[in-house]
């Protein structure tokens, strides 16, 4: 698809919603909905310089496909609390105090109004395998799409074949609206603004907070999940007590703190004891899909595989995954990401059959949501071919791949 094509989508009145796109055609699961260069995108600073700078040289439209000009975004600057409005009212003094482009001024009013814009608009941009945030861009067509918790379409940041950043401050990053599932003609097009591995609780209150609506979609309004989010242990159709529940929950809380604080010290022994005291505690208390768990699953899997003991990983990988699977749309790109961790970690522990089949079904996911060019799936295709590799060496003869991976572990043991 040309970036910038919108042929698939219009522009409608979504109600309570305010503006809404929807689809003008049927499409089909992991189809490219539209592309969008960013209308500016920056290192982190000045994001609003350079939307302003952009406005000047090219006016608020970038191109003929952008549906509607960056200042007619929401901004919601009179939704904001009071502490926040004074923030708000230093940053626009600090600004106009800083900004010097020409001769050309403008109001504090619609400073603030800009800084509102990237508040609620900004999309987060990551370097080309998704591992760590680098910076923030606007995107005007994607800013008119809204919120679901259980969307019909994801986001990816996807770089292609472009030069990743063409000067200091702007990027030639694109995002990629993708259809998790058939869309109908005339349907409208939803993403997730938040991380649907929270209660709906407090996914109604991060939304309110962050983008000020209150979100009525199902799995709000029916608490879809909340049970598995909260879940005790079943151990042989004997569950635990409300009050045990309760009390391994709010220690599970305590350890996760402290488990926090020594990662980001770098004492990975000692997270590695926090996690294990932890998942001890929650043993026969707590199911695999209570949040607390999951948690404790992810950063005890993650400790073990940077200590490369991968046969402990794989069994906490292998949870996680199965704890995201009950959790996540199937087409979920955490789910994608969670089932490719578990892959991997089976496959450096000598499992190989399992590792390929979970690199299989990652691949498949991340085939929809992130698309064949993107830099994590072109890895994971180099992974689903060398495992294929290996497991036919594996039925041909377990000694001989045994022996052979053992000499490889050895080898890089030594470099390492």
Request: aromatic share 6%; with cysteine; glycine share 6%.
């Amino acid at each position: 698809m040309t970036v910038g094509n919108m042929e698939s989508v219009e522009l409608f009145d979504a109600g309570e919603k305010g503006r809404g796109l929807r689809a003008t055609k049927e499409l089909s699961t992991g189809e490219v909905v539209f592309a969008e260069p960013s209308f500016s995108a920056v290192v982190f600073d000045s994001l609003a310089a350079r939307v302003l700078w952009r406005i000047h040289k090219d006016t608020s439209v970038a191109s003929d496909s952008q549906l509607v000009s960056v200042d007619q975004l929401e901004d919601h600057v009179a939704d904001l609390p009071q502490e926040d409005l004074k923030r708000l009212q230093t940053d626009v003094h600090s600004f106009q105090e800083y900004w010097s482009y020409g001769r050309k001024r403008h109001s504090d009013d619609y400073i603030s109004h800009i800084f509102g814009i990237i508040k609620c608009n900004g999309f987060t941009l990551s370097d080309q395998r998704g591992l760590q945030a680098v910076g923030v861009g606007l995107f005007p067509n994607l800013c008119l799409i809204n919120h679901d918790c259980w969307p019909n379409c994801t986001v990816i940041l996807n770089h292609g074949n472009q030069a990743a950043v063409t000067s200091a401050l702007h990027s030639q990053r694109r995002i990629e609206l993708r259809s998790l599932g058939r869309i109908s003609e005339g349907e409208e097009l939803t993403v997730s603004y938040v991380d649907f591995l929270n209660l709906s609780a407090d996914r109604q209150k991060k939304l309110k907070e962050t983008f000020h609506f209150e979100c009525t979609c199902s799995h709000c309004r029916q608490h879809i999940s909340d049970d598995l989010m909260t879940a005790a242990a079943d151990s042989e159709g004997s569950k635990p007590s409300a009050e045990k529940v309760k009390e391994v929950t709010a220690f599970s809380k305590e350890c996760l703190e402290k488990i926090e604080m020594s990662r980001i010290e770098g004492q990975y022994h000692e997270v590695l004891k926090l996690c294990l005291e932890c998942l001890e505690k929650q043993e026969n208390v707590l199911a695999d899909t209570h949040l607390s768990k999951l948690r404790v699953l992810s950063v005890c899997s993650e400790v073990l595989s940077y200590m490369q003991l991968f046969s402990e990983a794989a069994d906490y990988a292998r949870r996680m995954m199965e704890a995201y699977t009950k959790l996540y749309h199937s087409n979920n790109a955490q789910l994608g990401m969670a089932t490719m961790r578990a892959g991997v970690t089976h496959w450096h522990a000598g499992q190989i059959e399992v590792g390929h089949g979970l690199i299989c079904k990652a691949y498949g996911i991340l085939m929809v949501t992130h698309g064949p060019n993107h830099a994590i799936t072109k890895d994971l295709e180099s992974m689903r071919m060398q495992t294929e590799e290996e497991l036919k060496m594996f039925k041909q003869d377990e000694k001989v791949y045994h022996k052979m991976r053992d000499a490889a572990l050895k080898k890089q043991q030594q470099l390492g």
